[in-house]
């Protein structure tokens, strides 16, 4: 980046840190604000471990975790956090009312230019913001959890951003080398939720009819479509999938989609017998005392994936 941008980060949670480590390593400067203190003091140290677990897999673009733990302050008061920022990404507790108070303070005192970003994943934007001065500078920016690793960002405009706010937010995110995924407008669960909630429906679907077991769901995401997701999005996918591409592909396969779809429009009931077999499933993979030990592993495996993604789109 040519100019050192800076940004300030509203919460310190784990969210937060990763969002504070992303911007660092664009170049920007960043300033952290969290009102519970003890949190704001406990940053540091997770600000490092992200920052030295990426340096390790050599994801800092030839920076230091120092490097990017030095360009992370933390501010003493929300005043100094927001002064001079171009940009506020927001991380408090998941609640209309925190946030609705939260973006209130927001507006207030951040710069009248700066972009107020949300990283909410299931609220509107237009929910707790309607009523604000600069409304019209007020989005969702919702990361795929940690924007420090994974890249994509959802830009979700209320009714009343804005288009250059959206278009100021993405380009910021490009450049500190995030992908945005610019909608057009608000709506329940964003891009992402909406399709891992259709995967989900099946899959409890598939559970719930007798049709296979947990295991044997998890088995064919796993090991038969997350390959090929991990390289391409779904349109890619079936574009590569027939000789003449995607209109190809749907003439092909079109009818046959139209069937399944048939039986799929019910849904499934997500608690009870259901909920017990896969439950038990789970646990039968694995203890739950030992889900910290398996969400580090993963963490670590998926460090590896995207340090591999990212190699292969350099190479091509």
């Known amino acids: 980046m040519k100019q050192a941008t800076k940004t300030a980060i509203i919460g310190s949670g784990l969210i937060g840190c990763a969002w504070a480590v992303a911007f660092a390593r664009g170049g920007c400067t960043v300033a952290l604000y969290d009102q519970n203190t003890a949190a704001a003091g406990q940053a540091k140290d997770t600000l490092t471990n992200l920052a030295s677990e990426l340096e390790e897999a050599d994801m800092l673009n030839g920076q230091t975790a120092h490097d990017i733990v030095q360009r992370v302050g933390i501010a003493n008061t929300l005043e100094s956090a927001l002064s001079g920022a171009a940009h506020v990404q927001e991380n408090v507790p998941e609640k209309l009312d925190i946030k609705q108070q939260v973006f209130a303070q927001l507006d207030a005192t951040a710069p009248p230019d700066a972009?107020?970003?949300?990283?909410t994943s299931a609220l509107l934007p237009s929910a707790f913001t309607e009523h604000l001065t600069g409304r019209h500078r007020c989005l969702v920016a919702h990361p795929i959890n940690p924007p420090s690793l994974i890249p994509a960002v959802e830009i979700v405009p209320a009714p009343w951003t804005e288009p250059e706010a959206v278009e100021r937010c993405a380009a910021l995110m490009e450049r500190i080398g995030q992908k945005p995924i610019r909608m057009t407008r608000e709506i329940d669960g964003?891009?992402?939720?909406?399709?891992?909630?259709?995967?989900?429906?099946?899959?409890?679907?598939?559970?719930?009819?007798?049709?296979a077991s947990p295991k044997d769901v998890d088995t064919g995401l796993r090991d038969g479509l997350a390959p090929r997701w991990a390289l391409l999005g779904p349109f890619e996918t079936i574009d590569l999938n027939a000789p003449g591409g995607v209109r190809d592909y749907v003439a092909r396969y079109g009818a046959m989609f139209e069937t399944i779809a048939a039986g799929q429009r019910e849904t499934r009931d997500w608690t009870g017998d259901t909920l017990d077999r896969i439950e038990q499933s789970c646990r039968a993979m694995l203890p739950l005392d030992r889900i910290p030990q398996a969400q580090a592993e993963r963490d670590s495996r998926l460090v590896a994936l995207m340090k591999h993604l990212g190699q292969r789109k350099t190479n091509t």
Do not use: H, K, T
């Open 115 to 119: 972009i107020l970003a949300s990283s």
């Open 190 to 211: 964003f891009i992402m939720n909406r399709l891992q909630g259709a995967l989900l429906q099946e899959a409890f679907r598939l559970v719930a009819d007798g049709i």
